[in-house]
């Protein structure tokens, strides 16, 4: 596999904190937060559906639209539950991405979320303005 098509691939199947947030006024995906309810309860991204991954076969249908271009996160880049979501989703027919980083990024550069906040990393992010990636 050469370079262009190594991260062409990557970008078909990943998205960022960052992307995520920029498409989340124009309804172009559903988020999805594939973590446990204690989890979820304890902050989430604001917008973001909560069905757990065990949960996504028996539930998806009912909870995400047909046809929606699905983006899923879990806690954060050491955790392996969004990929397995994503799997899931994909098992079932939908167009669907993962968010690197999860709920940990998403807080940490700054987005909205519901339950407790995270004060702005400037390791992660920069604080006023953005990366300009």
Request: net charge negative; aromatic share 8%; with cysteine.
């Amino acid at each position: 596999m050469d370079a262009i098509t190594h991260f062409s691939t990557r970008l078909t199947f990943e998205t960022d904190a960052s992307d995520v947030h920029a498409a989340m006024g124009t309804g172009a995906l559903t988020l999805v937060d594939t973590r446990s309810t204690e989890a979820w309860a304890q902050g989430h991204v604001l917008g973001a559906i909560h069905l757990p991954t065990r949960d996504i076969a028996a539930r998806a249908a009912e909870v995400v639209p047909e046809g929606a271009a699905v983006v899923t996160y879990c806690w954060g880049p050491g955790c392996n539950g969004a990929t397995k979501a994503a799997l899931e989703f994909a098992k079932l027919g939908y167009s669907v991405r993962e968010m690197l980083g999860g709920f940990e990024y998403w807080a940490r550069e700054g987005f909205p979320v519901e339950g407790r906040s995270v004060p702005v990393d400037p390791l992660t992010t920069v604080v006023t303005g953005g990366c300009g990636c």
